[in-house]
């Protein structure tokens, strides 16, 4: 039988205290997902709907058909920075017409949808993933355009916003723009460079320079509608393709175009599968509070997977590294997840094999986090864990089916990246609350520093400050600590999101189903020079 069993007893004492654990990240979570929500506050809110407009969020739900799932991405942009939390934009996927489509949205409750740095990265991450899977992009507009105080993190990698759109219309990825009210400047091109562009009646205006700029730069008297307003755009300039008479007109609008789009998987999309045997609710306490202490990664498996129904490949070979095939939402997929942290030889080289075998199957691959690195030592070394983790971490880098990535646990050094973390694109990489990563453990990291001040001083003759070395390593600790949390990672977008544990099979089978938009085929060679 390959079916999971499970030890997990939900009435014990650990497991009572890592659900309250996770309970209290979750909540500590949802506050600051409610501040991507809230927009630019109830002042901005209340003066947006006064002009009679639809709120970001509201015209999304519009737009996507009935009863589907949305599944928004990097929505705790910018968090711990100046900027409000969601970088003034949201972006997820969603369903219009039975497409799925990468769909964004500005938020002009936020300093009237204005760009900042995080906006950029957030909407240039967006792009990624619509190009990777092959998801039409739908852009509903409202923008003044470039954040002008932070204009010069913006202006120039900004262009690659319009060069993302017209490579998506190259590469026969269909992009549609809805403009709600102001696209100027850079912005106008968003419309400008897309295949199908919706305008309002009285809403929408799209120009490179608004009647100030032009009376200071030609001395023309203007007003908005002659400059950029909806109807002109539809009857003189030829930019609008159609033209609405209200939001609501727009977006049936939007969702015509796409019903017309012809826009077909290669794939079709699997039968309905089982649901796993174990309740997702217990995923709360599998994890402990404490990332030191081991658990095992089947039990996770297990909640995720169909039917709890797990192939294990090598389970007697280094036993530190889960491998095994499953379905999941009836998509077949390779999985690796870390048993107890390390990464040894064994592991790696037993990665790289299974990385391989996936590849010659074109079956995605999951990665499933909890580790603290290759193993150090000098027995390790003499015995390859060098040569054996770059063998693991050249099969990732070569891998050519899609990766998703969860951040569960740990993911420390290199073994983040032999896992498939941000810098190997992964297709969606997701962190639960319990997740931290970083270059090492702060402890470890706190006392390599001290170690090398106290040999700087013994070098140099001088007496070591024992109470200075204390006070250091507890600033530094402190510091790498809160540096490694998922919320501080998400907030600079090095991951799409950090998700409620119990939500990660709906999370999955929604990215699965994304990549399966794109060809899914493996590297039949290419892995460039495996050391043996």
């Known amino acids: 039988m390959t079916r999971l069993g499970t030890t997990v007893d939900p009435r014990t004492p650990e497991h009572a205290k890592a659900r309250t654990a996770a309970l209290e990240r979750i909540a500590a979570l949802d506050a600051e997902h409610a501040k991507a929500l809230d927009g630019g506050g109830e002042k901005y809110t209340a003066r947006h709907r006064g002009r009679g407009k639809l709120l970001a969020r509201e015209r999304i739900e519009l737009l996507l058909d009935p009863d589907t799932p949305f599944l928004e991405l990097s929505p705790l942009a910018a968090w711990g920075s100046d900027y409000p939390v969601g970088g003034s934009m949201v972006t997820g996927i969603g369903t219009v017409e039975g497409v799925e489509c990468l769909v964004t949205a500005n938020d002009p409750t936020v300093r009237g949808g204005a760009s900042n740095p995080w906006t950029l990265k957030k909407a240039l991450r967006a792009n990624e993933i619509a190009r990777q899977n092959r998801l039409p992009c739908i852009s509903l507009v409202e923008s003044g355009g470039a954040d002008l105080p932070s204009q010069k993190e913006i202006f120039i990698p900004g262009g690659a916003i319009f060069r993302d759109l017209t490579r998506l219309s190259a590469d026969g990825i269909p992009t549609v723009a809805v403009v709600f009210g102001n696209s100027t400047a850079g912005g106008a091109y968003i419309p400008g460079m897309s295949d199908h562009t919706i305008m309002i009646k ?3 205006k799209v120009f490179l320079g608004g009647p100030p700029l032009v009376k200071m730069a030609t ?3 203007s007003d908005d509608e002659s400059l950029g307003g909806a109807e002109m755009h539809a009857r003189v300039s030829g930019l609008a393709d159609y033209y609405a008479l209200d939001e609501h007109d727009a977006i049936r609008q ?3 175009v796409v019903a017309r789009l012809a826009h077909r998987k290669p794939h079709q999309d699997p039968p309905a599968a089982a649901e796993p045997l174990y309740d997702p609710e217990e995923l709360l306490g599998i ?7 081991p658990f095992d990664p089947r039990e996770v498996i297990a909640r995720l997977v169909d039917a709890s129904d797990f192939d294990e490949f090598k389970p007697l070979y280094g036993p530190s590294l889960v491998t095994g095939w499953a379905t999941l939402h009836g998509y077949p997929v390779g999985i690796l997840a870390n048993a107890q942290g390390v990464l040894f030889s064994a592991e790696s080289q037993k990665a790289a094999q299974f990385i391989q075998l996936a590849n010659q199957r074109d079956i995605p691959l999951l990665f499933l986090h909890n580790t603290t690195g290759y193993m150090v030592g ?9 040569k054996h983790g770059s063998m693991m971490i050249n099969a990732v880098s070569n891998s050519r089916v899609p990766h998703l990535s969860v951040l569960i646990g740990a993911s420390y050094g290199a073994g983040h990246y032999g896992m498939c973390g941000r810098a190997y694109e992964p297709r969606f990489l997701f962190a639960w609350p319990s997740a931290k990563s970083a270059v090492m453990g702060p402890q470890q990291l706190a006392g390599v520093l001290s170690i090398v001040s106290r040999q700087s001083a013994a070098a140099k ?19 790498i600590e809160s540096e490694s949390l998922p919320m501080f990672l998400s907030g600079r977008l090095y991951d799409d999101g950090v998700i409620d544990p119990r939500d990660t099979r709906t999370v999955l089978g929604l990215c699965l189903s994304a990549v399966h938009n794109a060809p899914v085929e493996g590297a039949r ?8």
């Open 378 to 386: 000098k027995e390790y070394e003499q015995g390859g864990i060098i």
């Open 287 to 293: 994890v402990p509070p404490d990332l030191k202490t």
């Open 525 to 532: 060679g290419g892995f460039g020079v495996f050391r043996m």
């Open 461 to 479: 003759g001088l007496p070591y400050d024992e109470e200075q070395d204390a006070g250091m390593r507890a600033f530094v600790e402190a510091q």
């Open 219 to 221: 001395g023309e008297e």
């Open 202 to 204: 009285d809403r929408s």
């Open 254 to 256: 939007a969702r015509r």
